[in-house]
């Protein structure tokens, strides 16, 4: 087997012939693989899709199917919610982080109804039904659920708190397997071609630089995909290379559980990369602690080793666990009291237990190692103060807020304690909205475009991201980069065999 490294491309001038050509070489298909096909084939481009596993789908079909939507979709409207551009752009460039791209963050709002309606197109159906209570998922075939940080401190001062949500209708957490099987069956409906079992290598170049196909590696042997007019790369993120996390993004892998498919390998981003293109944001990634359901838990405290509250504990569990491991090795617990223990008659979601109990403060204190009256000062502050139905200190939600009543327990929620810390990244191939990939002085790279982790997208913080994002960035940009591909200049190749 020859050694093709992603950082060194092949030149045209060396290729005899190709084995396959299209007007469009998509490499991954994901849900951006998927929707870049389907827009380049509406587009009247010729599409094939390369994609290193047996079958299509990558890590959406792996995940719950939550796509953020808003300004007023039908969902919002039947199930009595009014939402505008002018509030999801303000929550979403807040989600986005202190990297957020205002261009990309305005598209996506301002063509939020029209994805909507594409996604109907493709064979999606919603139940136009919202679940009211504080989750993961939507637990049933429900459409709409909050989905990050909208009704919490730091976000509903800037933006009316709206449900953006949305899960196709399936049950539980069946949501994403469903949307890539519309996803895929509208791909090739329109004649997309896909090539399972294929591993893309490496870019190939002209005399230019321009990217004019790909060089994959296919059931045992070195095969040559000519791009008449553009290559996608839309192979998904790095968590799965521990070597790029650890020299990326080192905080990702302290106590942490990887979560993506096995091809999250970062070889898109590295192709990209050979061919000229630059990376932005690979110090990012996002981690949770689903420290609910059940929704109760939302009522407990966290504290740190002394004893103090640290974060308003009705935040996304994304924000939540951001918190906590940017703080590793510091040693953090939730505190339950009375109300809480029949909760644990199941083990909780995040997968911890109750390791101290208490009939009073100052005995849970003493039982956890805490300096003397820390734990039981910052009790007696919470509870007093939520009796009077406010939080000064964190502002939590008064949906929230409810004294704590002995006895009292409490279970650690540190990394490596048993805590389940599902991480991902979020860097990637700088790029414009529009799919072209950029390179260091922000030049487009010629014939080469991205979307979905494979790229810097829309989410770029985890202590902002909301549950949707993802697949909305992936989905919504994907199309986007298919379109842009499928009008590129045609360039000469050699013939294909």
Not at 76 to 98: H, N, V
Not at 132 to 142: F, H, R, S
Not at 288 to 311: K, T, W
Not at 369 to 383: E, K, Q, R, V
């Amino acid at each position: 087997m020859t050694d093709h490294r992603a950082s060194h491309p092949l030149r045209l001038q060396d290729i005899a012939a190709f084995d396959h050509e299209a007007d469009v070489v998509i490499v991954g298909c994901g849900s951006s693989g998927a929707s870049a096909a389907i827009a380049a084939a509406d587009a009247g481009a010729t599409v094939l899709i390369l994609e290193a596993a047996s079958a299509g789908g990558g890590t959406t079909a792996l995940a719950g199917g939550l796509i953020y939507m808003g300004c007023g979709t039908p969902i919002q409207k039947a199930c009595g919610f009014s939402d505008t551009p002018e509030a999801m752009y303000e929550y979403l460039i807040r989600a986005s982080g202190t990297n957020a791209d205002p261009e990309r963050v305005r598209l996506y709002v301002d063509g939020s109804l029209a994805h909507y309606d594409w996604l109907l197109a493709q064979g999606m159906h919603f139940k136009p039904e919202y679940y009211p209570t504080k989750n993961t998922n939507t637990p049933g075939d429900e459409c709409l659920i909050y989905t990050g940080n909208e009704a919490c401190t730091g976000f509903a001062e800037h933006a009316t708190p709206v449900p953006r949500g949305h899960k196709g209708q399936a049950m539980g957490e069946g949501g994403g397997s469903m949307l890539m099987e519309k996803l895929i069956a509208s791909a090739r409906a329109k004649g997309v071609r896909i090539l399972c079992d294929t591993r893309a290598q490496t870019a190939i170049v002209d005399h230019t630089g321009a990217v004019v196909g790909l060089l994959a590696r296919s059931e045992g042997r070195d095969i040559r995909i000519a791009a008449r007019r553009a290559v996608v790369l839309c192979a998904g993120g790095f968590i799965m290379n521990t070597d790029m996390v650890s020299r990326h993004a080192p905080w990702l892998q302290n106590h942490t559980t990887l979560n993506g498919n096995p091809n999250d390998d970062g070889s898109g981003i590295c192709i990209g990369l050979g061919a000229g293109g630059a990376a932005m944001n690979m110090n990012e990634g996002f981690v949770c602690l689903p420290f609910y359901p059940p929704a109760n838990f939302v009522e407990a405290i966290m504290v740190d080793s002394h004893g103090q509250r640290f974060i308003n504990e009705d935040v996304y569990h994304g924000r939540m666990g951001e918190a906590i491991l940017k703080r590793y090795p510091e040693r953090h617990y939730m505190i339950v009291d009375a109300g809480h223990m029949h909760d644990f008659n199941r083990p909780p979601l995040g997968g911890f237990r109750i390791i101290a109990t208490g009939d009073t403060a100052e005995e849970l204190e003493t039982e956890l190692g805490m300096p003397a009256d820390t734990l039981a000062h910052t009790i007696a502050l919470y509870n007093r103060h939520a009796r009077e139905g406010r939080d000064p200190l964190f502002r939590k939600h008064t949906d929230y807020l409810r004294p704590l009543e002995p006895p009292y327990a409490a279970c650690e929620v540190t990394p490596g304690s048993g805590a389940f810390f599902p991480v991902f990244t979020l860097g990637g191939l700088r790029a414009r909205a529009t799919g072209e990939v950029l390179t260091e002085d922000g030049q487009a790279v010629p014939g080469l475009f991205t979307a979905g982790r494979n790229s810097c997208g829309l989410p770029r913080s985890g202590a902002g991201y909301s549950s949707g994002m993802s697949i909305g960035d992936a989905t919504f940009f994907g199309r986007l980069a298919g379109a842009s591909a499928a009008g590129s200049p045609v360039r000469t190749m050699p013939d294909a065999r």
